[in-house]
């Protein structure tokens, strides 16, 4: 039981350039997210995802596009990175918020650098 | 414009001392607040609350919940060097939109 995983754990792009971070689960979890946090900002949602094959965008979508294609796995895309996106990047997958009890982990965090 | 606030920004307590962490809020469609735990890394999941006035217990650690006054407090009783982390509260709303507070910053020192 690994929990959540997510790949790469750095990465360094030069602006412009595209990427996709992976985010995999193994709690048969219906809810994944992605958030990135930054120093002073707290955490904040970039898109989610209620179930296989659906996506919502968060409070912070702009630049970042999703898919869940399979319920274990989450990817957050990046088409044509800028410095603005350089962060920490964490994936988190919980359980329905009507389920007892409610669970929820969050992933390693990805470090994400833009030249 | 939807907001979580936390006080104090940051703590230095002594161990055995006990602390009270808070967290007010504006939020539309309020679902649920949670608590969490950062340490170097990740965020550790610590409660959810959803009810007014109905304590959440873990060891040392509890949490509850005024919708009316639109607040919760988490309280750590006993502290010790370990629980010396960022303390973050988000409030989910029944869009499934997630609102995290800049966190409180504990020390303890022993």
């Known amino acids: 039981n690994a929990g959540v995983t997510q790949t790469p754990k750095f990465r360094v792009l030069k602006t412009g350039q595209s990427m996709t971070l992976l985010c995999a689960q193994d709690?048969?979890?219906?809810?994944m997210y992605w958030y990135r946090q930054d120093p002073g900002m707290g955490l904040r949602l970039i898109h989610y995802s209620v179930g296989e094959g659906t996506t919502a965008k968060g409070e912070v979508p702009d630049g970042y596009n999703v898919s869940r294609l399979k319920k274990q796995n989450f990817l957050l895309g990046l088409e044509s990175a800028a410095p603005s996106q350089t962060s920490v990047y964490f994936c988190?997958?919980?359980?329905?918020?009507?389920?007892?009890?409610?669970?929820?982990?969050f992933g390693p965090g990805t470090r994400l650098t833009v030249t | 414009e939807d907001k979580v606030v936390q006080s104090p920004l940051s703590l230095v307590v002594h161990e055995g001392d006990t602390v009270t962490l808070n967290c007010s809020y504006e939020?539309?469609?309020?679902?649920?607040l949670l608590w969490y735990k950062q340490e170097k890394k990740a965020p550790t999941f610590l409660f959810m609350l959803?009810?007014?006035?109905i304590e959440k217990k873990s060891g040392r650690l509890s949490s509850i919940l005024d919708k009316k006054e639109l607040f919760s407090i988490l309280n750590i009783t006993a502290t010790q060097t370990g629980d010396s982390a960022v303390y973050l509260c988000?409030?989910?709303?029944?869009?499934?939109?997630?609102?995290f507070g800049t966190g409180t910053s504990l020390t303890v020192i022993p």
């Open positions: 709690m048969n979890h219906e809810y």
């Open positions: 988000a409030v989910w709303n029944t869009g499934n939109q997630f609102y």
């Open positions: 988190a997958s919980s359980s329905g918020y009507w389920e007892v009890p409610y669970e929820q982990y």
């Open positions: 939020v539309t469609n309020f679902r649920s």
């Open positions: 959803t009810s007014s006035g």
